[in-house]
């Protein structure tokens, strides 16, 4: 879809800054934006200085994203009052008249256009929104960070074909698809020439790596055939799977996992809900028995690996008994940590439209007791692990003026901070 607004025309050598909203996957993708911008001539800098165009890469999963789009246009604007405002990312795909009618922004670019940003920026053609209808999206373009931080997120899949029924995911970024491993060994290549020591595997639904390359049908690469290529390569030390569904996370993937000499003893495994009754409501592809299974059969392998959980609080027709039962399975479960989400209702879902919704003071304290709940976990399980000696790689300098790094299996460790530390990896008693 396009909307005749007048735009403008930018000239190469102008300032440009990034502020990115969400997942790891979306500060992958504007690292890609940033190199592109940078390679046609802009300057990237600060989104604290002064910039004649700022971009916007929104998250759309919750209503607070929504909201947190529109402030941000009203400060940087407030700042910037002459910089070029251009909104990407999920919220544009999504509300791409809605974004476009926000007073100060000049550019919404949807979900196949956003990686045109160099294009739409050098070309005055007139238009203040450039998207497309979401089945159109079906390119895979590959993404990663890099000069952020130590750990890079890799994207190697996008999208999903999944229908939760709280999730706006695949209207915002279409259709499961992914990268080839032929691909995926090169960025690794660059990034490993670029001394890059730890890389975490990202997309949508990760496990579905191998459907839809490029807009093709399914082939024979999977995601097992992944991490075992990568394995292979042996170039870079560490690698993390960033989040894996609990019925694509198969034995096969936990025991390579735990005998691989380069991916880390820590998954990321969502379960939303610890009741068969949620779950069903929530149109997720597995049962509590499945996640635990799970679960167990990676402590099985691997006693000391971590394993961190999403959890949806306050989703409709949540009962007292149904949350005390998802607080008594996780407590019970031997997990490390608690991603905690408040559901939040999103047009054009199948949620939104259940009855039985549950207040937000009830959500908001189901939220805080799961956190609190995170925090004993993450206590107990670095308890656990107190006076055993792991491979710690130490990445930056936080706000504190300590040299923080994590574990292999993701305790975080502080220290004093030492120069020389710095991206390296070190043997360390915790």
């Known amino acids: 879809m396009s909307f005749d607004l007048p735009l403008f025309a930018l000239k ?20 890609t934006m940033q190199r592109m911008l940078q390679e046609a001539g802009y300057e990237k800098k600060s989104i604290q200085d002064e910039n004649d ?101 890799l994207k190697v899949q996008d999208g999903c074909d999944y229908s939760c029924s709280f999730c706006t995911i695949p209207m915002a970024r279409g259709g499961s698809r992914s990268d080839s491993i032929q691909g995926v060994l090169a960025n690794i290549e660059e990034l490993h020439r670029a001394g890059v020591k730890e890389i975490v595997l990202t ?69 939303q809900s610890g009741t068969n009754k949620q779950l069903a409501a929530m149109r997720r592809r597995y049962k509590k028995e499945l996640y635990e ?35 008594r399975f996780l407590q019970e479960l031997p997990i490390s940590y608690l991603h905690v989400f408040t559901y939040s209702e999103r047009e054009n879902t199948l949620a939104a439209t259940m009855p039985n919704t549950i207040p937000m003071s009830i959500r908001k304290e189901r939220n805080n007791k799961l956190r609190i709940l995170s925090e004993k976990k993450m206590n107990a399980f670095i308890q656990e692990h107190k006076g055993q000696e792991r491979a710690v790689l130490f990445e930056h300098e936080n706000s504190e003026h300590q040299l923080e790094g994590y574990t292999d299996n993701y305790i975080r460790i502080q220290t004093h901070f030492d120069k020389k530390r710095e991206n390296t990896i070190v043997n360390w008693i915790i």
Not at 78 to 106: H, M
Not at 307 to 315: E, Q, Y
């Open 12 to 31: 190469k050598n102008k300032s440009i800054a990034f502020h990115t909203l969400g997942c790891k996957l979306n500060y992958a993708e504007t690292s």
């Open 53 to 153: 165009v700022i971009v916007i890469n929104t998250c759309s999963v919750t209503e607070n994203a929504d909201k947190e789009c529109h402030q941000l246009v009203r400060r940087f604007k407030s700042k910037n009052p002459e910089a070029k405002i251009i909104v990407t990312g999920c919220y544009a795909q999504l509300k791409p008249e809605k974004i476009a009618a926000i007073d100060g922004v000049n550019m919404v670019l949807g979900a196949g256009e956003k990686f045109n940003i160099v294009k739409h920026l050098e070309e005055d053609l007139e238009q203040k929104i450039y998207s497309c209808e979401i089945a159109d999206v079906n390119q895979f373009t590959a993404s990663y960070s890099l000069h952020d931080r130590t750990r890079t997120f």
């Open 203 to 271: 997309g949508i639904n990760l496990g579905d790596f191998g459907k839809g390359h490029n807009g093709n049908k399914k082939n024979d690469e999977n995601f097992l055939s992944l991490i075992q290529a990568i394995d292979k390569q042996g170039l870079i030390s560490r690698f993390r799977i960033s989040s894996i569904e609990p019925n694509l996370l198969t034995d096969e993937i936990i025991q390579f996992v735990s005998a691989s000499k380069c991916f880390m003893p820590h998954f990321h495994i969502p379960l």
């Open 293 to 327: 299974e799970r679960v167990l059969k990676i402590k099985s392998l691997m006693p000391h690996c971590c394993i961190g959980v999403d959890v949806i609080v306050g989703f409709p027709d949540e009962t007292d008994a149904d949350f005390e039962a998802t607080y």
